[in-house]
């Protein structure tokens, strides 16, 4: 098993900055020389959960939904199985819960191709 926990959402206006981070525990070993991913989701009011962004654990690699692009940045810390999002120019529309989540194989931007989830952040823009 692994556990995944996120932190650092809170209320910010719009055009200001956040980092969300994902620490990973539990089964964690073994994990940077394997190929295996860390991506985040968010989930609107009253909206379907929706891909943000995907980092491969071992090469580096990413992708991001269109809507984050230019904006978001995802990284990883291997050496503290830390996953970060850097949020920049927050819009009203980015207001949320962020979810981290992991699995094994390549980057993949499907939430059902991810094993395990955390609890979730509340990402809250206001305008």
């Known amino acids: 098993q692994v556990q995944l926990v996120e932190s650092g959402g809170g209320l910010v206006q719009a055009g200001a900055s956040l980092r969300l981070s994902c620490a990973a525990s539990?089964?964690?070993?073994?994990?940077?020389?394997?190929?295996?991913?860390m991506g985040w989701f968010r989930q609107g009011p009253g909206k379907e959960r929706e891909f943000v962004a995907t980092?491969?654990?071992?090469?580096?690699?990413?992708a991001y939904a269109d809507s984050v692009k230019g904006r978001f940045t995802i990284s990883r810390d291997n050496t503290k199985f830390t996953v970060y999002l850097q949020m920049n120019s927050l819009k009203p529309e980015d207001t949320a819960v962020y979810y981290c989540?992991?699995?094994?194989?390549?980057?993949?931007?499907?939430?059902?191709?991810?094993?395990?989830w955390g609890q979730g952040t509340q990402v809250t823009v206001s305008s």
């Open positions: 980092i491969d654990w071992r090469l580096g690699s990413t």
């Open positions: 539990g089964r964690t070993s073994g994990r940077t020389s394997s190929t295996y991913a």
């Open positions: 989540a992991a699995k094994s194989g390549p980057i993949g931007v499907v939430a059902t191709s991810y094993d395990y």
